[in-house]
């Protein structure tokens, strides 16, 4: 592929370098220290309104846990103090179904943390595009089709809902630019050879109802995904010709994130997909909570009892956080067993050569 990630422009907001801006993270690393959590990831329900035909966690949601507001309240206070900063909200299921979502937002606000939402946008209104225009950093709308017969096929909804989430988008950028407010709306696109046609002209719809961002990225290959990414010839050469039209739909204001870096990494199925280190610290970082209150290794082991540290129906999260349950799970990564494409990956190579280069160092 031609065309990568600026991992190293000041204003990339996927960049993996931005772990280098942590100092104190990096000399934990380097001796071997715990290291502190600085997101937290909260999986509110495992209800959702789509049924997505790649949905990494479709398996979660005939499950239809979700968590009590009392108990997000006390995982958000507990987490502030173990100096978590920002707080993700997404699946798991929808998040946007969650009968409780002011109160848990409100609270994450009393507590003074950057906060970011990944949705499927279908069930905005005023209520919910004021409270991400006033208290949200990010919010990123899984669209990943550029028709709505596409977006029909591939989500498994009415014809029609396309059009209605499109129009809802457009209405919160609007709502944002009247506010004045500095909430960075993304479009995102799954890609695979059910969609991959789509690319371009996504690319352009995106662009033209003003979000900050298109960005372009492999189905996520998780333990129990429904579909899993197809490295395939076809696939390949279908985003090879819609890259260079993509892209130049770029300015100023409109940004396409292709996550490069991923795409080829998938590729790498005989080497670990290009795992360069032996060990995880990226998950310590990364703080994970499903929708049935287990605290777990990451987000691709969601539900999984045997990667669980601990369940906050039973236990705080600073317990559970300083467990000997943890530091057995811990114990038994191993990241060559791991799925490809995981969340800590980039993180993990940074760490691993902060913490293991030792060639003429001095020698800058």
């Given at each position: ?13 996927f ?10 993270v ?6 071997g ?5 600085i ?18 966690y ?26 978590v ?9 929808e ?16 507590c003074g943390?950057?906060?970011?939402m990944n ?6 209104n ?21 028709t709505?017969?596409?977006y ?11 059009d ?11 709502k ?16 695979d ?19 900050d961002?298109?960005?372009?990225k ?6 129990e ?13 279908a ?14 204001k ?10 080829t990494?998938i590729?790498?199925?005989?080497q ?34 045997d ?18 349950q ?8 191993d ?22 280069f030792?060639a003429?160092k001095?020698?800058?």
């Open positions: 592929m031609g065309r990568t990630l600026e991992v190293l422009s000041t204003s990339n907001i960049s993996p370098y931005k772990i280098l801006t942590y100092p104190e990096l000399m934990a690393a380097k001796a220290a715990a290291l502190p959590p997101n937290l990831e909260i999986n509110l329900t495992n209800t959702c309104n789509q049924s997505c035909t790649w949905c990494t479709g398996y979660l949601h005939e499950r239809r846990e979700e968590l009590k507001p009392e108990l997000i309240i006390d995982l958000l206070r507990e987490s502030k103090e173990l100096g900063q920002s707080v993700t909200w997404t699946g798991g299921g998040p946007t179904v969650y009968k409780h979502l002011v109160e848990v937002v409100s609270a994450a606000v009393e943390f950057a906060q970011g949705t499927n946008g279908s069930r905005l005023e209520r919910l595009m004021e409270l991400l225009t006033q208290n949200f950093s990010y919010v990123r709308f899984s669209v990943d089709a550029g709505s017969e596409t029909s096929r591939t989500h498994r909804v009415p014809i029609n809902a396309y209605k989430i499109i129009a809802n988008i457009s209405t919160l950028v609007e944002r630019n009247q506010a004045g407010s500095k909430l960075t709306v993304g479009f995102s696109f799954l890609v050879n059910s969609n991959v046609g789509d690319m371009a002209g996504a690319a352009r719809l995106a662009k033209s109802i003003g979000v961002y298109f960005q372009l492999p189905i996520v290959n998780y333990i995904s429904n579909v899993q990414f197809e490295a395939t010839s076809r696939l390949w050469e985003m090879e010709a819609q890259l260079d039209e993509t892209f130049a739909l770029e300015d100023e409109y940004k396409v994130h292709f996550l490069g870096h991923k795409f990494d590729k790498l199925q005989q670990y997909y290009g795992r360069t280190y032996n060990q995880c610290r990226g998950n310590e970082l990364l703080a994970t909570v499903g929708a049935d209150g287990s605290v777990d290794v990451c987000c691709a082991y969601k539900g999984h009892k990667w669980s540290f601990g369940n906050l129906n039973e236990t705080g999260f600073k317990e559970i956080w300083a467990s000997e943890r530091s057995k799970v811990l114990g038994q990564i990241v060559a067993m791991c799925p490809p494409l995981c969340k800590a990956h980039e993180i993990n190579k940074l760490l691993h050569y902060v913490g293991n030792d003429h001095e020698f800058v």
